[in-house]
């Protein structure tokens, strides 16, 4: 019985790694092709030597940080005092913390377009203006990275013993919640950091050349630096996902891992 | 933040209205005021203009018209492919990663594949969009690897018809992001499948057969079909991936929206809001079906 259980096990789990492995060695290779059988880097070289590439990345990496840094203003105030005084309002503040599952990117871009097309240029001619809807996407994983966080540790118990010493809000919150939160903190940060550094269609409507735009761009013409992107790409992820485990370990419990812009 | 005030007594959350007595209610829900700003703003108020906007032309005037259009010729056909490629994809991704899934987690599996299987999941369900459709390229394309490795097996992929720049294709593609999203939401609901339960079976005389016919699947019935559900609606959403693999061969709600956007085509932006009140119509459905039966299946979860 044992025998034949491990034997299904492992089929099936090859099975997966095969699917899982192939598309990226077949990239690896890709990008290696310098045409006639013959295999050199000249495809990183050119990226390398491609002054968009690094206005790119480095566009899409100030954007996630600017998600970041807005997400986390705006719900670790919000999944706090829900936590701690507003337990009636819970289902709906995660009522629309999922909302933004309901409205696909590409329907979040129109609306978003219909609303402020006529605002000032110095707001909507920034890539900046695309911090609004990534905020949107990231939301309801930084939620419930937070939600998750703030089950975990005793708010009422450690807000009293903060206050009771002498804690202002501002205190309570920097110097004993969020040194508690520091996991799902992390962990919802790098999933925005992972959304945010593939994400291609609010970009890619709005005109704004952020690394996923650019690796379309190079792939409308020359493979082989599209192959190299591809696993820089690759690669992004897998620190952001990496980041999620060091600190989900900390954490001890579940965390979130699933985002991604399709 | 509102100025500091001590906190009174014990068990604020427990004893609700302690507190309210001794503050304004308003000022109780001035830390949320933003959030609930934010999502108006830049969710809700856009999400809006796009459901209002269907139903109106160009210079202001009610109309159907819109809404009637996409019961027609390429609109039509936009939502067909997408929902079946939503549905193909959400089912075959279901199975094969429910199944990885379980070989994961089952009684039995060593300790070290759940965290490494969840971790490679993580990583392709998040690896997504443009750069998933150049792998795909580089790997099924009409020079990719395998493309050329099974052409020198004597195997002639596009010779016999296929290409990746089809529905075909693209099916084959979602399912990297498919498979592992299913199995990073499946694998806290086979938890639920307790080991007791198939040791009672088996302690009745049930062969294994019988176990997952009266047991097993009656169990994971409702999350399982939660799950897909909430792949069909990650595969329906999908923009990148389609526009940077096909460039519009293949016909989608998502790109048709794109393509009306970027004036691409010569369409009233009028119609582009129809086909996303289209879009929202049909995720809001599948969600509403999701929360069903995701109350089924929490009756088995710890």
Known sequence: ?262 | MAQPAPLAGRAVGAAPGGLRTRRPPVLDLLPVVPYFAYTLAFLLLPAATVLVGAFFTQDGQFTLAHLAALLEGQHLQAYVNSLQLSAATAVAGGALGGLMAYAAVSPGAPRWIRPTLTTFAGVAANFAGVPLAFAFIATLGTVGLLTRLLQALGVDLYGAGFTLFSFAGLALTYTYFQIPLMILVIAPALDGLRVEWQEAAASLGATGVQFWRYVGLPVLAPSVLGAMVLLFCNAFAAYATPYALTSGVVNLVTTQIGNVLQGNVLTDPHLGHALALGMIAVIAVAMAGYALLQRRAARWMR
């Open chain 1, 1 to 262: 019985m044992t025998g034949r259980f491990s034997a299904w096990r492992a089929v099936w789990l090859l099975l997966g790694g095969c699917y899982f492995l192939v598309p990226l060695v077949a990239t690896a290779e890709f990008s290696l092709r310098a045409g006639g059988g013959r295999y050199d880097l000249s495809a990183y070289a050119f990226v390398l030597r491609d002054p968009r590439f690094l206005e790119s990345f480095r566009l899409s990496l100030v954007l996630a940080l600017e998600t970041i840094a807005v997400a986390l203003v705006l719900l670790l105030p919000t999944v706090y005092w829900v936590h701690l005084r507003l337990a009636r309002l819970r289902p709906l503040v995660e009522f629309v913390s999922v909302l933004p599952f309901v409205v696909p990117p590409i329907v979040l871009v129109v609306g978003l377009l219909n609303l402020y097309r006529g605002a000032p240029e110095l707001l909507v001619g920034s890539p900046h203006f695309l911090v609004t809807g990534y905020v949107i996407l990231a939301l309801p994983y930084v939620y419930r990275a937070l939600d998750a966080g703030l089950r975990a540790i005793d708010v009422h118990t450690l807000t009293e013993a903060a206050q009771s010493l002498g804690a202002g809000w501002l205190t309570t919150m920097a110097r004993v919640i969020l040194p508690n939160l520091q996991g799902a903190v992390l962990s919802g940060a790098f999933l925005t950091l992972a959304i945010v550094m593939g994400e291609f269609t609010l970009a890619n409507v709005m005109l704004f050349s952020t690394f996923s735009v650019y690796i379309n761009y190079i792939g409308e013409t020359q493979a082989t630096p599209a192959a190299a992107l591809t696993l820089a790409s690759f690669a992004v992820t897998w620190v952001a996902m990496a980041g999620i485990l060091v600190v989900g370990r900390q954490l001890g419990g579940r965390q979130a891992q699933i985002g991604g812009a399709r």
